[in-house]
């Protein structure tokens, strides 16, 4: 089959970048799109021209390393698929590809298709885990967590950080992303002393890194390549509200002046 | 050189807990002196960078991905093992290790292989703490599945991501250190080169991916977490950017590579659809429960499955093995595919490929409730294939999956090198010559958990290493070498990509050294592999230069290095004149079939050192069973 691609092109952050078209007669629909650019890029090669920049790692959509725009949607087509797992034959034969780098104020270009999404590492450095270390813990079967409790803990954990739900969102948000480590976390009895902290400074961490607030647009939801439901957002509103309303954080210790003469009641 | 394993005394069960009180000690406030480098943030980098950080150590953690969350531990789909006996079905520790040793074909050491049985008990109770959401009961407790080669279900699981769960309690373990300032990260930064200075591991040079900066990282200890060597083949379930070089430029300063030839095959994936394939993708070993794998009766016949009669069929593993029949182990149905299809008998257009049929199960049991146990696997496989496979057989093939095989350690995780420490995949340390599904997850996390902190904590308080800068010339000479190196693959100017020689190097490699070997094969290989080699420094086209983002340049260094390690999986290979695991030479087989060890000969560790223009060097460590006596392993 054709396919013919325009793909995004731009040496460095600082440079300009613009769509280059790219024709390839050896496209099969067996191909993935990933395997097709390698082709394209072989062909580069050859020709002693620099090929095109894309991260890429697993192929199998658990890394989370590749990612960028198919046709203005992020991850290509197919819903609850990584940019790796779409096959050519979910295109016409004849059909355009327009592959742009997912773009944000937090996710600075690197080059081509390769962003730098560092920022939500920083996120969970701010508080997304359980502070526990090694040698601490307990006999594993003593907590006790619901199955069904387990199974939505497990539903948010499968996030792979890939930041489609960020390039989707108008405001560039990082709502879905980092309400699922909160719901994660949150919804196990391991996770719940810290819930509050975790909530607030999490929360805080992401407006630091210039993403954009939630206005529920939904548009994650769909780009999600493990499909995280909205509900993670809720929860990390309801999280976040919670320990502003309780003061967490604000405790400061008690400290009293040496010297200080008693007061009497 | 006499390799010693450092095996402490006494018997099996109290090795540990003697050597764990032999180990010196740092205080508390000392340990903020002492720099250690942890290269990897899989499962293994990332567990020892965190809790190294959690003592107290000045910890700096370098890789190559741009976030540690998505080293290839993250794809491990099945489980990990623990000796729990939640199930109250006879497992012990002791039981795990028999298990471990005997599903090693007894190629791997008695007393590390305890150790690891003994201390996967924590590492359970440690990742519940952390929050990973393993699968539950409707009780509340934690569920458990079975695996191959145990008769106890002792294998803890997160859905078919128990990999990717596990990495993200210990990356989000390292973040934690990252953000007390414990633990420094260095992303996109890959390893080019061991720096080694008056005898001891001192540093890294390294290479910044995206401003193609040689930078140099100095430490007093180093440890090297950086995965298995698999993707040698080129073709391989391991993901696109796994590779040798770290390990192999360590080989290259001094530390001795062990059992190379120990490659794990396994016999459920996706097989190969074209040419321009650039990776395998795994189907979880779970499908043979339900699954039926055979081909038809004839060669080359060309219908499609449906209008092939049953009496037209022929269930080979059943046939062969009729008491574990589609159960049968990773390295014996994989030679069993490959027996079939060299007659002739391949299925799909590639004639690579036999079927894995659920028509019997879907019939007996009905298409819910496989849904309900593969559903995911099966969406996988039609979005790969464009196949239904509740409708038509899937098409399976064997891949390269794992090495067993890798840096020579010894019981304190330390190599050849004084003060190089390896881990996980990296080292050739638990799983002698075949590893046993979920024990992967298991032996990274015991290692960067509860192992290296103490092993490396104990050598710095030994060893004392003074006070050293790049200024050294050791940094200065490996920095240098690391130039020269990248300026000759730039300098080529050929007209080849450097993933075109290495699809041609997999294939060889594959062909000789993959699921069966022979001599006249691995030394076919001896001469090819230099002359490809030669081809490729001569031919190789790097276009771009060193100082920027440049990846043809990152993979043409690791090409470099797989030809210099292919050449040793197969003179490793060559001198294993036995069958063992994953090992299997063709010389050496029982009348039917099946793998022959020879205990008398070759019940050694083969660890090789390097030699600058000369052959390498075997050196031999004996291998004692006293607990787990060999015995030949039948699956009739």
Redesign the interface.
């Known amino acids: 089959m054709r396919i013919a691609l325009e793909v995004w092109r731009q040496r ?1 952050p600082g440079e300009p970048g613009r769509f280059v078209r790219y024709e390839s007669t ?1 496209a ?5 799109l ?2 097709l650019l ?2 394209v890029n ?1 062909g ?3 020709k ?4 095109i ?1 894309f ?6 959509g ?4 590749c990612g960028f725009m198919v046709n203005g949607l992020a991850h290509g087509p ?1 819903q609850g ?1 990584a940019t790796c ?1 779409v ?1 050519l ?1 979910s295109f016409r034969d004849g059909d355009t590809l327009f592959l742009e780098p997912f773009r944000a104020k937090a996710f600075p270009l ?2 081509d298709l ?1 962003i ?3 920022a ?2 920083r996120i ?3 508080g ?14 003593t ?5 069904d409790r ?1 199974e939505e ?2 539903d948010a ?2 996030c ?2 890939c930041g489609a739900c960020v390039a989707a969102c108008p405001n560039a948000s990082a709502a879905l992303f980092t309400g699922a480590k909160i719901t ?2 949150g919804k ?1 009895p ?2 719940e002393p810290e819930r509050a902290r975790r909530a607030l400074r999490m929360v805080q961490a992401a407006a630091a890194e210039a993403f954009g607030h939630c206005t529920f647009a939904g548009e994650c939801e769909t780009a999600c390549p493990k499909s995280i439901p909205l509900q993670v957002i809720t929860q990390m509103n309801h999280d976040y509200l919670a320990a502003r309303l309780s003061g967490e954080g604000r405790a400061q210790p008690r400290h009293i002046e040496p010297g200080t003469p008693k007061r009497r009641r | 050189m006499h390799l010693d394993g450092k095996i402490p005394g006494g018997p099996l069960p109290q090795k540990w807990e003697r050597r764990k009180f032999e180990y010196a000690l740092v205080s508390p406030a000392n340990r903020r002196k002492y720099r250690v480098l942890v290269v990897g943030s899989g499962l293994a980098g990332a567990s020892a960078a965190a809790t190294l950080g959690e003592l107290g150590y000045r910890v700096e953690c370098v890789f190559f991905h741009d976030s540690p969350r998505r080293a290839h531990s993250i794809a491990a789909q099945g489980g990990i093992n623990a000796a729990k006996n939640y199930q109250n079905d006879g497992d012990s520790v002791q039981r795990l290790f028999q298990d471990t040793v005997k599903g090693g074909d007894y190629r791997a050491r008695e007393g590390n292989v305890y150790r690891l049985a003994e201390v996967s008990l924590r590492i359970i109770d440690h990742c519940v703490a952390q929050g990973v959401p393993f699968a539950r009961e409707y009780g509340g407790k934690l569920a458990n599945r079975s695996f191959g080669g145990a008769q106890v279900s002792r294998t803890f699981y997160a859905r078919g991501q128990t990999g990717q769960q596990l990495l993200l309690g210990a990356y989000q373990a390292l973040l934690r250190q990252v953000h007390a300032g414990t633990v420094r990260i260095a992303p996109r930064t890959e390893m080019l080169d061991l720096v080694v200075a008056n005898g001891k591991a001192r540093g890294i040079v390294a290479r910044d991916l995206v401003t193609g900066e040689i930078r140099t990282f100095v430490a007093d200890a180093v440890v090297l977490a950086t995965g298995g060597y698999g993707n040698a083949y080129y073709l391989s379930t391991y993901a696109r950017n796994s590779n040798a070089t770290a390990i192999w430029r360590a080989h290259r300063r001094g530390a001795y590579l062990a059992n190379p030839c120990f490659t794990q095959i396994h016999p459920t994936c996706i097989p190969v659809s074209g040419e321009h394939q650039s990776k395998l993708t795994l189907m979880s070993e779970s499908l043979r429960n339900d699954g039926r794998i055979w081909v038809p009766l004839r060669a080359g016949d060309e219908r499609s499955p449906e209008q092939i009669p049953e009496a037209e069929r022929d269930y080979y593993l059943e046939r062969r093995y009729p008491s574990y029949g589609n159960l049968s182990p990773r390295d014996v149905a994989s030679r069993a595919a490959k027996a079939v299809c060299d007659e002739g008998r391949g299925v799909g257009p590639t004639r690579l490929g036999v079927y894995l049929d659920f028509a019997d199960a879907i019939r007996r049991l009905g298409a819910d409730v496989i849904a309900e146990r593969y559903g995911n696997l099966f969406a996988m496989y039609a979005e790969i294939t464009g196949e239904d496979p509740y409708r038509t057989p899937m098409r399976i093939y064997p891949a390269i999956h794992y090495t067993m095989g890798g840096l020579w350690v010894d019981y304190d995780l330390m190599s050849t090198i004084d003060g190089l420490f390896v881990l996980g995949e990296a080292n050739f340390s638990d799983h002698g010559a075949n590893r046993l599904g979920a024990s992967a997850l298991m032996q990274g996390l015991a290692d960067g958990y509860f192992i290296a902190p103490l092993a490396v904590g104990s050598y710095l308080a030994r060893a004392k290493p003074p006070a050293i800068d790049d200024a050294h010339p050791a940094f200065a000479e490996a920095r240098k070498d690391t130039l020269a190196r990248i300026e000759r693959l730039l300098a080529a100017r050929g007209k080849r990509s450097a993933s075109s020689f290495h699809r041609e190097l997999g294939k060889l490699l594959w062909d000789t050294c993959g699921m069966s070997r022979n001599r006249a094969g691995l030394e076919r290989a001896l001469t090819q592999i230099p002359e490809l080699r030669e081809r490729f420094y001569r031919d190789v086209l790097v276009p771009g230069q060193g100082e920027s983002l440049n990846r043809e340049l990152e993979t043409a260094g690791r090409v470099a290095d797989y030809f210099e390690l292919g050449e040793l999986i197969c003179r490793d290979a060559l001198q294993r004149e036995e069958s063992c695991g994953g090992h299997f030479r063709e010389e050496y087989q029982t009348p039917d079939g099946e793998a022959l060890r020879d205990d008398e000969h070759f019940a050694y560790v083969a660890a090789w050192e390097w030699r600058e223009g000369e052959s390498p060097v075997l050196h031999k460590e004996p291998l004692v069973f006293e607990a787990a006596p060999p015995m030949q392993r039948s699956y009739k």
């Open positions: 460095g050896q099969s629909p067996d191909m993935s990933l395997e390698d082709v072989e580069l090669v050859q002693g021209e620099e090929p920049a991260d890429s790692d697993c192929r199998e658990i890394c989370g390393t197919l698929a797992q096959y034959r690197i080059k390769v730098n999404r560092s939500l590492d969970i450095a701010a997304g885990y359980v502070s526990v270390n090694t040698g601490n813990a307990p006999e594993a079967n907590s006790t967590i619901r199955k387990a803990a497990m954990a499968a792979i950080a994660h976390l196990l391991e996770g």
